[in-house]
């Protein structure tokens, strides 16, 4: 059979079964699941998340400390029960830039393996940027035009964009987590971004949007959300001007008044001053004067890749 028939005829197969997919996002602050089905469209059944903190310590080491792996485990036996009480049928486990960089992550990809049965996949920080793109253009209401898609991380910053060439994925580490650790200064992450940044002026797009915890956090400390809704997060606008004011806000405050604040979990009330930073370079230094918050991110994206790729993904499948 011709891989593009092959193609086709594993997207019939999965579209005639109302399939129940788990999609688990293992990064350096937090491990989300995502629980999705496939009718007309693709329809979130189900949104967790839990701080784990998974990047903890790896700004001066290149080892995961025993006591995230512990966390983290935790978190996904948590996740398992749930998808075992909810009647998921496949689970895609994915890991980004803290087991990435780990030198000790074969211990912790065995373990997991070895205690939950779940086989993770790390992916590269170009294929982290691919499917947060995905996400947003899959995601968002609004389509809007060849944007340019922020996706501020614990460990690093994806920035994925269009031009003449086609789509273009970076990857810096640039990532709230690391840069708290750090104590890393505006000038720091700005020399760090800048090469990228040039890059970006060539194709300059004209919308902007922004993925991951610092964007979905200041549109919900913006609108004093004492309950996160991810409906009133997704496609919110938020202008450059309105995040340096949150910015300078929290600064002003001690952390434990920062974790007081509504619409900012506490558990990221010590790192968002540093995701901000890095908003506020990104903006600046390319001229742009707001962005529109996706909730629809890479999860989101790697369960449209599952649903409407062809059978090249049964490797990510347990």
Known sequence: MARQDENVLWRFLRGCFLLKLGVIDIGTNSVRMLIVIKEQELLVRGSYLVTTRMGQGMAASTCLQEEA??????????FQDICSGQGVEKVILIAT?????????????DKVKRELGWQIRVISGEEEARLGYLGVVKG??????????IDIGGGST?????????????SSKVGAVRMTEMKSSKSVIYRILQ?????VKEDLPSNTVGIGGTATTLAAIDQELAVYAPDKVHG??????RITEIGERL???DLHARRQVKGLQPERADI??????????????LGLPEIVVSETDIMYGLAYDYFYSGPSMCKLEV
Do not use: C, D
């Open 69 to 78: 792996i512990v966390r983290t485990v935790k978190a996904l036996r948590e």
């Open 272 to 285: 968002i001053l540093a995701g901000i930073v890095i908003l506020e370079v990104i903006l600046s230094e």
């Open 97 to 109: 830039s803290a087991v990435r960089e780990a030198s000790n992550k074969e211990y912790f990809l």
């Open 195 to 199: 090469p990228v940044l040039e890059k």
């Open 140 to 149: 968002l209401p609004q389509k809007l035009e060849h944007p340019l898609v």
């Open 236 to 241: 919110y606008r938020l202008s450059l001007q």
């Open 251 to 253: 600064a002003a405050m």
């Open 158 to 170: 994806e920035l994925i964009w269009e031009s003449q060439n086609g789509v273009n994925y970076t």
